[in-house]
Every structure is written in C-alpha cells, then in structure tokens.
C-alpha cells in the first residue's frame, strides 16, 4: 500500500507563487510515478503535472511554462512550484502515486487565487 498526503494550498494574488508539497509512505520502493492533479466547482479532475521515477516530467499545456514539478526519491516527496499564478488555477489540488497498475490519492490541498 501507499499513502499520499498533500501541503502547501493557500490563498494568493494573481501573480504570486505557491509551492505544493506531497509526501508518500508505505511501499514507495514500488512507485513509478506522481503526480498532480486539480478540481474546480463543477468540473472534472484534470491532469497537472506528473513526473517519472526517473525523472521525466510532463505538464499540461495550461501550465507550462509557470509550474514546476520536482521530486526527492529519498524521501519519496513531490513538490509543485506555481508561479505566475491566475484566478483560473484555483481549485482542490490532488497528489497521486502510480504503483503496481494502482494509483494512491490525498485528500487534496485547495488553491485559491483571488484577482
């Protein structure tokens, strides 16, 4: 089993930056890849940000360029840097851990950008 749990959600102007942090226990020897994801009032959880055990990252196309995905493999944590922050971000930030064909969740960290 894995467990994710997910830091870092606040209120922000626009413009400003946030760091997300998730932390992942259990059998982490297993985990091939985290990930973010988000969920606004009333739409559906879309895809963030991912990153590989070995370190390839992938962004969707309405972050790219602002936020940053990184990760410590000792310590099994997944960072999220936002920066250049819009209102259109906020939302409930969720953490996931891709293991064995299964995938792990947080409960989700809100972001609230006000303009």
């Known amino acids: 089993q894995v467990q994710v749990v997910e830091s870092g959600g606040g209120l922000v102007q626009a413009g400003g930056s946030l760091r997300l942090s998730c932390a992942a226990s259990g059998s982490i020897f297993s985990i091939n890849s985290m990930g973010w994801f988000r969920q606004a009032p009333g739409n559906e959880r879309e895809f963030v940000a991912s990153?590989?055990?070995?370190?390839?990252?992938d962004y969707a196309d309405s972050v790219e360029g602002r936020f940053t995905i990184s990760r410590e493999n000792p310590k099994n944590w997944v960072y999220l840097q936002m920066n250049s922050l819009k209102p259109e971000d906020t939302a409930r930030y969720y953490c996931?851990?891709?293991?064995?064909?299964?995938?792990?969740w947080g409960q989700g960290t809100q972001v609230t950008v006000s303009s």
């Open positions: 990153i590989t055990s070995g370190g390839t990252t």
């Open positions: 996931n851990a891709n293991w064995g064909r299964r995938l792990s």
